[in-house]
């Protein structure tokens, strides 16, 4: 589902206008990406919560040549998902 899809059929389970959607998902979107560039971690009750994981400089070995390289320190995302949602997986 690409994100048209996703702004239609939220358009279509909420009854609003598929410009209100996307606006809102755009919106929702903004305050997501403020959150995870400054650190704060954002959970969502009933859907799972994102935070983001500092991986520190380290180490590594080039496959081809054998060498070490150094691996640059970078920040990730991590999801982790509710319990609720994890409960729909099982049958």
Known sequence: ???????????VESRQSTVYVAATLDAMMKIFTVCMEQGIKLSLTGFGSFSVHEHPARKGRNPHTGGTIEIAAKRTIKFRPSPRIQLLNKK
């Open 1 to 11: 589902m690409n994100k048209r899809e996703f702004i239609k059929a939220v358009a």
